[in-house]
């Protein structure tokens, strides 16, 4: 089991930054892919940015060049860094992690943590 929390969500004007963070209970070098999705109010989650234990990051097209992911294997803590938000960006995001073992999947979710861009 794999508890995930993530932090630094909040009220921010569209341009404006935002640093999320994932504090995960296992050493993130045994998790397979952690990653950021988020959900706005009447639509489905979606994948924002994921980052694997070799470091490899993929993107969504609507964040790319804006949201950078990253991870400190020594924190067990996945980041993601978030500059010049738009309105578009608002949701509650979602720290994932998904470790396989043998022919297992197991995936695990955070709380969520709101981010509102807004004037």
């Known amino acids: 089991q794999v508890q995930l929390v993530e932090s630094g969500g909040g009220l921010v004007q569209p341009g404006g ?5 994932c504090a995960a209970s296992e050493t993130i070098g045994n998790i397979n892919l952690m990653g950021w999705y988020r959900q706005a109010p009447g ?3 979606e994948l924002v940015a994921t ?18 992911i990253s991870r400190d294997n020594a924190k067990n803590t996945v980041h993601l860094q978030m500059n010049s938000l738009k309105p578009e960006d608002t949701a509650v995001y979602y720290c994932n992690a998904i470790v396989r073992i043998g022919v297992r999947t197991y995936r695990y ?3 969520g943590t709101q981010v509102t861009v807004s004037s």
């Open 17 to 21: 930054s935002l640093r999320l963070s």
């Open 109 to 111: 979710w955070g709380q």
């Open 43 to 45: 639509k489905q989650r």
């Open 51 to 68: 980052i694997d234990t070799g470091g490899a990051t993929n993107d969504a097209d609507s964040v790319k060049g804006r949201f950078t």
